[in-house]
Antibody, heavy 127, light 110 residues
C-alpha cells in the first residue's frame, strides 16, 4: 500500500525557517517524481514544487521561489521541503504528492497529475 | 501562474448531473491534454478523479467524466450521490513545466 506521511510542521515566527519531511513507503520511491502542495486556511490548493526522481530537475511556483527548497533522499525514501523567510501567508497545510507521470513508447501520460497524497502537516507562521 | 478559474459552488439533487468548468489559457489548459481533477473532503487527502482530461484512475466511479474544449476543461458528475459532496479542484500542466490548480468548487448535494 502506498503511503506518504508528512512531518515537521508547527508554529514558527515570521522570518523563521522550518524543514518538512515526507516519508514514503509501499512503492519504489526512487522511480517517482514528487511534489509539494499546500492549502491555506479557507483557501484552495496551491502547487509549490516538483522534483524529478534523480533530483536533476526542480521547479517552483513563483510564490515560493527563492524561499523554499525541495530535495529528496532516495536511500531514505524521503522527500523534503525547506521553508525559509516565512510569512504569515505561508500558514497552511502542506501535502506531499506523488507524480503520476509514466511514459510508454515516447508518449507520456499523467504529466502534472498527483496520484497519491499524504494527510498533510500544518505550518503556522505567527508571532 | 494565475490559478485556473472555477465556479465557487455548484449544487444538484441526488441522481442529477452537474458540470464543473475550469478555465485557463493557451499556456496551460488549452495547450496540453494534461488536465486533472481532484476530490477533496475537508481534513482528508485529496483524491485524483481524472487525469489527462478524460482518463479515470482505477477505482474511480464511471459517474465521473472529463472533457476539454479550447481553454476550458470540464468535470461532469452524473447520478449525483451524497458522498460526492466535497470540494473539487482542477489542475493543469503549464508551458513553464510547472503545475497550477483551479480556484476550487464546492459541490453541494441538495
Amino acid at each position: 500500500e502506498v503511503q506518504l506521511v508528512e512531518s515537521g510542521g508547527g508554529l514558527v515566527q515570521p522570518g523563521g525557517s522550518l524543514r518538512l519531511s515526507c516519508a514514503a513507503s509501499g512503492f519504489t520511491f526512487s522511480s517517482y517524481r514528487m511534489n509539494w502542495v499546500r492549502q491555506a486556511p479557507g483557501k484552495g490548493l496551491e502547487w509549490l514544487s516538483y522534483i524529478s526522481s534523480s533530483s536533476s530537475t526542480i521547479y517552483y511556483a513563483d510564490s515560493v521561489k527563492g524561499r523554499f527548497t525541495i530535495s529528496r533522499d532516495n536511500a531514505k525514501n524521503s522527500l523534503y521541503l525547506q521553508l525559509s523567510s516565512l510569512r504569515a501567508e505561508d500558514t497552511a497545510v502542506y501535502y506531499c504528492a506523488r507524480d503520476l507521470e509514466f511514459c510508454s513508447s515516447a508518449t507520456c501520460y499523467g504529466r502534472g497529475s498527483f496520484d497519491y497524497w499524504g494527510q498533510g502537516t500544518l505550518v503556522t507562521v505567527s508571532s | 501562474q494565475s490559478a485556473l478559474t472555477q465556479p465557487a459552488s455548484v449544487s444538484g439533487s441526488p441522481g442529477q448531473s452537474i458540470t464543473i468548468s475550469c478555465t485557463g489559457t493557451s499556456s496551460d489548459v488549452g495547450g496540453y491534454d494534461y488536465v486533472s481533477w481532484y476530490q477533496h473532503h475537508p481534513g482528508k487527502a485529496p483524491k485524483l478523479m481524472i487525469f489527462d482530461v478524460r482518463n479515470r484512475p482505477s477505482g474511480v466511479s464511471n459517474r465521473f467524466s472529463g472533457s476539454k474544449s479550447g481553454n476550458t476543461a470540464s468535470l461532469t458528475i452524473s447520478g449525483l450521490q451524497a458522498e460526492d459532496e466535497a470540494d473539487y479542484y482542477c489542475s493543469s500542466y503549464t508551458r513553464s513545466s510547472t503545475r497550477v490548480f483551479g480556484t476550487g468548487t464546492k459541490v453541494t448535494v441538495l
